[in-house]
């Protein structure tokens, strides 16, 4: 665990904005997802969207994660990290000829999740292994922007349609190795994880699919970023679905992997945003902490509405006060907290932004041509690796490129 000792100490080494990994938390959330799980079959491939910093994937790597990538250029980053083409699951939406035709050649396995790009894929590519992803048909996540279930998003192909897949996968002579579903982001509830799985073996008959390999569940673990909220009872969920998915192998007549492609729950955790504190403003019904980051470092209080805990580092004993602490984005909604009952802030504090791990550096931007900041990755309990701030230098010669 990181001291906030610690925290200062590597605030004032590299300075801030700095985002802080715990890599020991991020393979202790992993391993413990097989001891919640006790299937001898379970193969975890980490949502790299989460957060694409080489030096936790290269130790999740060594852990032996397999990856979740939405984009070629994930895929081609897991490549590059050594994550082999057979760990590396590719569940893109919408994607262009282009990109799918990229990904194709690298030999990953390629996840569809519309039967129009499965079409494409039978004329093109007779003969391949691939994947298909299926809509849940079940509704949950942390926001509605993260559910992905339902025919109110765009996921995946509708469980009504897996005669019409099986049908056009057939006409290609392709070998549909495995079927895919994710839920949502930040499940509420473990029931949705159970009924998703148990919509998705529904379809996953013998008669419709022969060769499958695999049942991939997604992600969407949730774990609690207020300091009231509860875990989820992962060992008594984790032994539900192990059950469920012993049932349907014996069913299917073999013993299939199981997959899930957990992002918030490996990274969300162990990663803090320390920012400084530099200017105090009381205007008439509030007092602002105003700090050097802002919403494009860390975009989900304002996106989802998300709350992120924060302590002051600096003056944990403070007496009590509330706070809008303010980025410094020319917008007024750049705020990581509203009314915030924080100790006394006062200027030079530095503040940690908790539960920074998943979503926040990799959703970031140059928005206001702020640099993407510094990170650095604690592991065994030592600097495992720092990636400096971009600078305003290397921002603009990336703007005047061509
Ligand atoms: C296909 C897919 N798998 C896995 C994930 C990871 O979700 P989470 O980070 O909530 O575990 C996502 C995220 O939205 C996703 O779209």
Known sequence: MITNDKFVELARTYGTPLFVYDGDLMLERYRELFSFIPCRRLH????????????????????????????????????ALGFSPDRIIYTANNMTDAEFDRVMKTGVTVNIGSLSRLKKCADKYPGSRICLRFNPDVCDGDNAMT??????TKFGIMLADADEAARIAGSGNLHIIGLHEHTGSGLQHAESVLKSMDNLMEIATKERFAELEFLDFGGGFKVPYKDDETRIDYVDMGRKINEKFDRFCEKYGKELLMRFEPGKYLSAECGTLIVEVNTIKHNRSRVIAGCNSGFPQLIRPVL?????????????????????????????????????????IREYDLLAVKNAGAYCYSMGSVYNLRPMPAEVVIADNKVADFRKAQSDEELVAGILRK
Request: glycine content about 10%; proline content about 6%; overall charge negative.
């Open 44 to 79: 975890i491939h980490y949502a790299l969207k989460a957060n694409y910093n080489p030096a936790l994937l290269t130790l999740l790597r060594d852990a032996g994660s397999g990856i979740d990538a939405v984009s070629p250029g994930e895929v081609a980053l897991a490549l």
């Open 147 to 152: 559910m992905t279930g339902g025919d109110l």
């Open 304 to 344: 989802y509405g998300a709350y992120h805990k924060i302590e002051n580092l600096t003056n944990p004993d403070g007496i009590p006060s509330l706070y809008d602490v303010c980025g410094n984005i020319c917008e007024t909604g750049d705020r990581f907290a509203e009314q915030r009952l924080l100790p006394e």
